[in-house]
């Protein structure tokens, strides 16, 4: 991913071929498609596009992994489609400061939790609405190897000793799989951990670039991290296997090859076991933290955007934000709404059903810290936040001390908030 604000030819080129076929669908027939880049692709591509057949004349366009590139492509080219679905609140903020965006009003009925609502405004006029959720709180375990899961972080570190010393001889399987190849699912497991030994003020404050990063709660969060991933037996095949694993591959180290026992990571883990799931299907357990009455909730989502000049995309926004135009997703399952209005009733699965509640009912709901970062720190393959994580998890797979890590770890994240405007 760029983010030093230049574009490849290759995406201008992708992105205007895109433009041109848009204008070309137009043609001959008044007005053209309402056009909406997305970052989806496959199966969700596919439903997202069930979901503007309610709606009308709609082109929805993949832009692949690289959203930002692309759309920055296409406003050289001055070709910005009417919509786009943006997975970080930053590139809202970004774009709108920029004159990219109009404003957006939602429908009546559009609610989210208060960890979500503030995040897609800049200079109190709101430029975005949140049109899907991801819960990011969760482990997937095998029942028949773990029928009682840890309730605490202390049980989960307890429970990661006593199966890592067998896995280490090749008398069982190792107690986690973790894609440390993707450096999100690392920033998503010290999110975890960081909302649940810091306050919510100072974890927005590191979201907005006002606070230390080398501060006691982000040495304590690390800290956690370093006493669980240090345990030898934790990974299968150890913590060099583990960085050369990708998400799902950690996901079907439990399910179908069953060489881990638990892994973590959100609901959209569920895509992952229908396809490759062999056996029992796993159950679920939410992130456990030192506390069990007021468990921080960690969540993502993806929130829609109008290009400036379109008012049909302003109208289809709108209607976006309705909870029932989500009704095909919501039947086909695998799609959780951040607009918590939706009655539990529409969810016919229940693990979502589930996860739906739970955005309902948990005070402490934080967003994806990693998401909220500005410019490089963000993170990308190689770059940012995900590639410090990264470093981070090799220092302490490797057998460096946790101090030492812990000192990288936090000289990185401070040198690279400072690079990107903020942070101590």
């Not at 759309?71 to 050289?76: C, E, G, N, P, Y």
């Amino acid at each position: 991913m760029r983010h030093d604000g230049r574009v490849s030819r290759r995406t201008l080129l992708r992105a205007g071929a895109a433009g041109a076929v848009t204008v070309a669908a137009g043609c001959g027939r008044g007005e053209p498609s309402i056009q909406v880049a997305v970052v989806w692709s496959t199966g969700e591509l596919a439903r997202f596009r069930e979901v503007v057949a309610g709606y009308g004349d709609v082109r929805v366009v993949s832009a692949g992994n690289d959203i930002d590139a692309f759309l920055r492509a296409r406003h050289l080219a001055g070709t910005s489609p009417d919509v786009a679905i943006l997975p970080r609140p930053g590139l809202v903020v970004e774009y709108a400061r920029r004159g990219w965006l109009r404003e957006v009003t939602p429908s009546g009925g559009y609610a989210v939790p208060v960890g979500m609502a503030d995040l897609l405004t800049t200079g109190g006029r709101r430029y975005g609405v949140w049109v899907k959720a991801a819960h990011k709180s969760l482990f997937w375990h095998l029942p028949s190897l773990l029928p009682d899961p840890p309730r605490s972080w202390d049980e989960l570190v307890q429970v990661t000793r006593r199966l890592g010393g067998p896995a280490r001889r090749g008398a069982g399987p190792a107690p986690l799989a973790v894609g440390a190849a993707d450096g999100w699912v690392l920033t998503d497991w010290f999110e975890n951990v960081l909302a649940d030994v810091t306050t919510p003020g100072f974890y927005s404050a590191l979201a907005r670039g006002d606070a230390d990063w080398g501060s006691r709660s982000v040495r304590a969060a690390l800290d956690r991290l370093a006493e669980l991933w240090s345990v030898e037996g934790a990974f299968p095949g150890g913590g060099r296997r583990a960085l050369l694993t990708q998400y799902e591959d950690s996901v079907i180290d439990v399910v179908h090859r069953h060489r881990a026992v638990m892994v973590f990571e959100g609901d959209f883990v569920d895509d992952v076991v229908r396809a490759f799931s062999s056996g029992a299907a796993p159950r679920t357990f939410r992130f456990p933290g030192a506390r069990m009455a007021d468990r921080p909730l960690i969540v993502g989502g993806d929130a829609a955007v109008v290009f400036a000049g379109s008012d049909r995309g302003a109208d289809l926004v709108r209607w976006l934000s309705e909870g029932s135009a989500f009704g095909p997703w919501l039947d086909a399952g695998g799609y959780l709404s951040p607009n918590v209005s939706v009655p539990l009733a529409s969810y016919r699965d229940p693990v979502r059903r589930e996860l739906a509640t739970d955005l309902r009912t948990t005070d402490a709901v934080r967003f994806d810290l990693s998401d909220q970062l500005p410019g490089p720190f963000t993170g990308s393959d190689g770059v940012g936040i995900w590639r410090i994580m990264q470093d981070f998890f090799a220092d302490v797979t490797g057998g460096v001390a946790a101090g030492e890590a812990i000192r990288r770890a936090t000289g990185q994240l401070a040198a690279a908030a400072r690079s990107a405007g903020g942070g101590r």
